[in-house]
């Protein structure tokens, strides 16, 4: 009961502290208003940060070795496309926008040949309803005739390439990699996390399938933190900005540090 105790306290003080340390922040990023569309970029990848962050610390069930990478390696991904964005602001938030763009207008034709090939699909209205929404969308940004449909990689790069020139490898080799075993079902990460040792000597052993129940890890949730701390330090060198809220990792030391005094004066 009382390490509970304490996980709620943690939990509920590092979401109180990264909704404040991320109003701050952004609160101080001077925005060229003839940059508009690069700052929603940007802005908008460092709320997503930090809200998954908050969600992962919200749902401490998810923090072990089954669900923990899957937003662990969301996480990576979009710090090595925040850091490749920040090199070049305007023209790269332009490409990150217009795939996007591109993607939607790719599915919005998937739903129109759906109705084509289905037209008494009981869910044809639905559909339809989805495909005007889309394009009210699109056509909010860009006229929907204009935009391209690239099937290719937004960047033109993939996503190692990205890593060594946003100075990001390291981060690619050890942390997007690996979790991208678990997000894409990979064998390292399913024959740890969903097999065991058949035990008839007569099977030589092979592997079969078992549901574990991973074990709680608070590393995940400070992996998180990191992460967050990465995308902190890519505007505060960027814009120059000085805070007053401490950086994540020094917030998540602080706090535990307090702790252990806190449990020393009680004993």
């Not at 964005?85 to 790269?92: F, N, P, Q, S, T």
């Not at 699109?138 to 935009?147: A, D, G, K, T």
């Not at 608070?218 to 900005?241: P, T, W």
Request: aromatic residues 12%.
């Amino acid at each position: 009961m009382e390490e509970e105790n304490a996980l709620v306290e943690l939990i509920d003080s590092y979401e109180s502290y990264l909704n404040e340390s991320f109003r701050e922040l952004w609160g101080k990023v001077n925005i060229e208003y003839d940059k508009l569309e690069a700052y929603s970029v940007i802005g908008g990848l460092l709320s997503r940060q930090v809200t998954l962050s908050i969600q992962m610390a919200r749902s401490p069930n998810i923090l072990n070795g089954h669900s923990g990478p899957l937003f662990l390696r969301a996480m990576t991904d979009l710090h090595i496309a925040l850091s490749w964005i920040m090199l070049d602001l305007v023209e790269r938030s332009k490409k990150y926008i217009l795939h996007g763009l591109g993607e939607e207008k790719l599915l919005i034709e998937h739903y129109k040949k759906e109705i084509e090939d289905y037209p008494d699909s009981p869910n044809k209205e639905q559909i339809e309803q989805l495909i005007n929404i889309k394009s009210t969308w699109i056509n909010s940004q860009r006229r929907e005739f204009f935009v391209e449909v690239n099937l290719g990689h937004w960047a033109q790069l993939d996503y190692r390439k990205m890593a060594q020139e946003a100075d990001c490898e390291g981060l690619y080799k050890f942390a997007y990699k690996p979790f991208s075993h678990a997000a894409h079902n990979m064998w390292p990460h399913v024959s740890m996390y969903n097999c065991k040792d058949c035990e008839s000597p007569l099977h030589k052993h092979h592997l079969i399938p078992e549901l574990f129940e991973a074990p709680l890890d608070i590393d995940f949730l400070f992996r998180s933190c990191k992460y967050v701390h990465m995308a902190y330090e890519l505007f505060v060198d960027k814009f120059n900005l000085e805070l007053e809220s401490p950086m994540p990792l020094e917030w998540w030391w602080d706090y535990f540090e307090e702790e252990k005094e806190s449990d020393s004066e009680r004993t």
